[in-house]
């Protein structure tokens, strides 16, 4: 599995610390490998690892941290970000809700039709009506009979009429004068993309104009997938996808691929034959599963977190003792210094790291900061209260910085102070929450 490949790639490193030009290479070629292993459209797996490299070079590593653990996180969390971050909802706003479905036959759309209806009637209160609009083959009408008879939800039929736009939109009438909340229309696919299957699709698409177009594809099809979807979008340009069969040791790379090639977030995930087997898609998740590393990405952040006790402990005892001066606010600062990437490990350290966070933080923002400090003198450094005015302007002229930039540290780091107080009442877990948060 890949984190132990990276694991494996990284033993030369150990103790080193910093990740560096040649085991990024190393452990690039492994995540590449992993992610062409999962079905990850090639070109997508070549541009995400360009990305990875230029984001983990030169980066340091928190010492409870190994750089190895490190390089999977960062993997892990461009894997999250290109597939979307954050799952994204259904818009049902509209009474009803308009949704289209569409794909090639045998995608799982009218399976999905019901799941999706019983899952919008379960948990969200719904009221939904399918439409059956694969006018084609009677056994797909009847399919979705069956389908809305076993979740429990209403179903509009018209044999004998071959037009889809008709039965559509008869059925959204209906829908409107019976107070039906989502309206579900399940369409005909053909075994490959054709003329015929995209021109009826997109003029009942222009017809009923739906809140939620949703192209439904197999993701055991690997490579098609990639193919399809852009044919679809191309022709729909739909709202969503949903990826089914996505049960058993699917790898799910085709969701990486289709979000990277289409630009369209997946929205759901089918994960198998029956009714309940849906899933609203995390991008978090779907990240785990391709590079199938779950322990390790919880494992890094128990590490953080540790990081982040033990540092608490610490200062929670000088707390304890109100002895938190300019001397270990100065500690605090080379340690985050030391730990590089400033800005997004600042927030790690309790007090100090929130209380930079606020200025804009790089280098130059520590050397004002060092300056000032270096020009007290140490009483002033273990007993700040007694810096008043004069000593402040002598600090600003033997630091070569402004007055406010003095009163400016000066309350930054009463803020901290104060704010550690508080937090030195609070348990060591709550702390560490804190510190992460
Ligand atoms: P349609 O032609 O697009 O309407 O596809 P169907 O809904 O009829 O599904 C085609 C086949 O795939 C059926 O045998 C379904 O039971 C099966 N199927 C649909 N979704 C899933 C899924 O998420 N997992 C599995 N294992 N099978 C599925
Ligand atoms: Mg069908």
């Known amino acids: 599995n890949l984190s132990e490949r990276l694991e494996r790639s990284f033993k030369i490193l150990k103790g080193e610390g910093k990740i560096t030009e040649i085991n990024v290479a190393e452990t690039l070629k492994d995540v590449r490998r ?9 070109k997508v797996a070549k541009q995400f690892t360009d990305t990875v490299k230029q984001k983990a070079m030169g980066m340091n590593v928190l010492t409870a941290i190994k750089p190895s653990q490190l390089m999977v996180k960062i993997v892990h969390d461009e894997l999250t970000e290109l597939m979307g971050g954050k799952a994204v909802e259904l818009n049902l706003e509209n009474r009803p809700a308009i949704i289209l479905m569409s794909g090639l036959q045998g995608s799982g759309k009218t399976t999905f039709t019901g799941k999706l209806a019983k899952m919008l009637k379960d948990r969200q209160h719904k009221k939904p009506l399918l439409v059956a609009c694969d006018v084609y083959r009677p056994a797909a009408i009847e399919q979705l009979k069956v389908v809305a008879e ?34 579900i229309v399940d369409t005909a696919g053909r075994l490959a993309v054709d003329e015929e299957m995209m021109n009826e699709i997109s003029n009942l698409k222009q017809a009923i104009n ?13 490579q098609d997938a990639v193919n399809t979807a852009k044919e679809f979008n191309d ?18 790379g085709a969701a990486l691929s289709i979000r990277t090639v289409v630009t369209k977030p997946i929205k759901f995930v089918g994960t198998g034959e029956k009714m309940e087997a849906i899933d609203v898609f995390h991008p978090e998740r779907m990240a785990d599963r391709i590079l199938g590393m779950g322990d390790v990405v919880s494992l890094v952040e128990r590490a953080q977190q540790q990081f982040d006790e033990k540092q608490a402990r610490e200062l929670e005892k000088k707390i304890r003792k109100n002895k938190f001066d300019f001397n270990d606010f100065m500690a605090q600062i080379q340690q985050i210094k030391k730990m590089g990437n400033i ?8 007090g100090v790291g929130k209380a930079l966070k606020d200025v804009d933080i790089d ?25 008043n005015q004069s000593r402040k302007i002598r600090i600003a002229k033997g630091s070569g910085t402004k007055l406010e930039e003095v009163n400016r540290l000066l309350k930054q780091f009463d803020q901290t102070k104060k704010m550690m107080k508080m ?8 702390m560490a929450q804190m510190a992460a948060a």
């Open 34 to 42: 992993a992610l062409l292993d999962a079905d990850v459209n090639y």
């Open 150 to 183: 076993t979740v429990g939800v209403d179903v509009y039929t018209e044999e004998g009429n071959k037009n889809v736009v008709e039965i559509a939109q008869n059925a959204i009438r209906k829908a409107k004068q019976e107070s039906y909340t989502v309206v």
């Open 210 to 222: 739906p809140d939620e177009t949703l192209f439904v594809v197999d993701s055991m099809t690997g």
């Open 235 to 252: 022709r729909l340009d739909f709202d969503g996808v949903v990826l089914t069969k996505l049960d058993g040791d699917t790898r799910g």
């Open 343 to 350: 800005k997004e490990l600042a927030g790690m350290i309790p």
């Open 363 to 387: 280098d130059n923002a520590f050397k004002g900061i060092e300056a000032i400090i270096n020009s007290m003198t140490p009483k002033e450094r273990s007993n700040p209260d007694i810096i």
């Open 423 to 430: 937090v030195s009442g609070m348990d060591k877990g709550k």
